[in-house]
């Protein structure tokens, strides 16, 4: 599996920005798909997850309910919706997938494909 991460950019505090990862490869065989970001101050950490079968989504904390996760399966397409966004979002965002139906989704060793990420920057 191969993951293409997009949209990132500048974004003044309040803005939005959507993210878009595309997978390619074996995408049929694809069970979780998550956003992950990164910071040399926090180190990698959860943002979100979508079950690829159903649409199930998880948040972390800090992002429920200013950050949407949604999943385009014909396009084989996850995005991430920020809205609200704040300074301290800023960070590399990254896409993650996995093929095991595990129930494991919070940690970076949860996911065996990763995206190249993409930088999101929060003014104040």
């Known amino acids: 599996v191969q993951l293409q991460a997009s949209g990132g950019g500048s974004q003044q505090a309040g803005g939005s920005l959507r993210l878009s990862c595309v997978a390619s490869?074996?995408?049929?065989?694809?069970?979780?798909m998550a956003w992950f970001r990164q910071t040399p101050e926090k180190g990698r950490e959860f943002v979100a997850h979508i079950r690829w079968n159903d649409g199930t989504t998880y948040y972390a904390d800090f992002v429920k309910g200013r950050f949407t996760i949604s999943r385009d399966n014909a396009k084989n397409t996850v995005n991430l919706d920020m809205n609200s966004l704040k300074p301290e979002d800023t960070a590399i965002y990254l896409c993650?997938?996995?093929?095991?139906?595990?129930?494991?989704?919070?940690?970076?060793?949860?996911?065996?494909?990763w995206g190249q990420g993409t930088l999101v920057t929060v003014s104040s």
């Open positions: 993650a997938a996995d093929l095991s139906s595990a129930t494991y989704i919070y940690f970076p060793s949860d996911y065996q494909y």
């Open positions: 490869g074996r995408t049929s065989s694809i069970y979780h």
